[in-house]
């Protein structure tokens, strides 16, 4: 009942520790160098194994044994079952087609911090401003859109939607950036929009898909993810190294991503119609009810 309330929270610790861990990394950098600065960052990795080390059972799981599940459980079977319901698919590909736009702009901005935007000569101090305007950004845009949505499938399509008008209006500030506050400005809009993009679309999954795909759901859906950004960044580093552009210029390419998406999502949305319902999809709901009756 608390999907939504539990990937934002998610998302909201992430965003939290990137701050902390951002401004913390710049400094530290700036201070003892980077030697020192990766010292410390193992060792914070020990105290998560000390934290892990901790934790003694989970609530609410139900564990069944492999033998009682009848499904069939191979990676091939969950790909057949995300082609075979298109709006799966569509979920499962939404934090991939934000990749494409952002992935090549996480490396933009190392180059942006150190060649453009230094503070008191230094990147990295630039560079762990501008991750901290990202984690401002993620802790406040789902939380913000959850106290809209509740767990409200149809209002959830129109915050995806939002997110991808985000992504575009703050690519368009990179673009015209004067300064590294600009550059803040931007990276803030743009995680309001990748962060809500984040929840929502894992939130989205969960609600449909049953337990006993949502691995697989979820294992295609970062598999495009890593995928997409790889691409990205790949594109970035030509269109510096062999083109010659400016990360500013790069970054206005970018825009058509999101951009393009926008009228694809408003195409489907239209497509699927009175489909979407408060709880979900109607009739992907009847098709995975017959399945789990088998």
Not at 30 to 47: E, N, P, R, S
Not at 60 to 75: I, L
Not at 222 to 246: K, P, V, Y
Request: charged content about 10%.
């Amino acid at each position: 009942d608390d999907l939504v309330v539990g990937n934002a929270l998610l998302g909201t610790a992430w965003s939290v520790m990137l701050m902390i861990g951002a401004a913390a990394g710049g400094l530290v950098t700036y201070w003892i160098g980077k030697d020192g600065a990766f010292i410390i960052d193992g060792m914070t990795f020990l105290l998560s194994a000390l934290v892990l080390l901790g934790i003694r059972g989970y609530h609410g799981v139900n564990e069944r044994k492999a033998e009682d599940d009848q499904v069939q459980t191979s990676f091939s079977e969950g790909l057949r079952y995300v082609w075979s319901y298109k709006p799966i698919l569509m979920l499962a590909c939404l934090k991939a087609v934000a990749a494409l736009g952002y992935g090549g702009l996480n490396v933009l901005e190392v180059t942006l911090a150190e060649d453009y935007f230094p503070l008191n000569g230094s990147g990295s101090l630039s560079l762990g401003l501008l991750y901290v305007a990202a984690g401002i950004g993620t802790a406040i845009g789902p939380i913000a859109a959850r106290r809209w949505t509740g767990e409200n499938f149809r209002k959830m399509h129109s915050i995806i939607l939002l997110s991808y008008v985000l992504m575009v209006c703050a690519y368009l500030v990179f673009w015209q950036s004067g300064s590294l506050w600009m550059l803040m400005v931007g990276g803030v809009i743009r995680s309001l929009g990748t962060g809500a993009n984040w929840v929502f679309s894992s939130a989205m999954i969960q609600m449909i898909v049953p337990p006993t795909y949502q691995g697989r759901v979820f294992a295609i859906n970062f598999l495009l993810l890593n995928l997409t950004q790889s691409i990205s960044i790949l594109l970035s580093g030509w269109m510096t190294d062999s083109l010659g552009w400016t990360p500013f210029n790069i970054v206005l390419t970018f825009t058509l991503v999101p951009g393009v998406f926008i009228g694809i999502w408003l195409l489907y949305t239209r497509t699927m119609g009175e489909r979407i319902t408060v709880e979900g999809y109607s009739t992907v709901n009847a098709q995975l009810s017959t399945i789990n009756s088998q």
